[in-house]
């Protein structure tokens, strides 16, 4: 099942990319009118709805098919708390 570890490994860098990329807004020298940090609570949405919706959404949905091998709990478990975790940072964003 090599392909599918490749395209897991793409998945999770072209997560981890559009993170940062969206991330970088968080520099004040870039997009100053527009994302400013510090006087535009706003600002935090883009990143927050990233990160949550995206990434933590994501990785919660491919858990089970990614590990086979530890207990079913376990992964259930950690199924949960990335679930739990889209949904808080999503909210506050």
Partial sequence: HLT??????????FGLISVIL?????????YTST????????SYHPLLMTLGLLFCYGNAI????TFRQP?????????????????????VG
């Fill in 22 to 30: 969206v991330g970088l807004f968080f520099d004040p020298n870039i």
């Fill in 4 to 13: 599918y570890g490749l395209l897991l490994g793409a998945a999770e860098i």
């Fill in 35 to 42: 994302y400013d940090w510090t006087t535009n609570p706003f």
């Fill in 62 to 65: 491919i858990l089970y098919r």
């Fill in 71 to 91: 207990p079913k709990l376990t992964v259930k478990i950690l199924h949960a708390v990335f679930l739990i975790a889209s949904l808080i940072i999503a909210a």
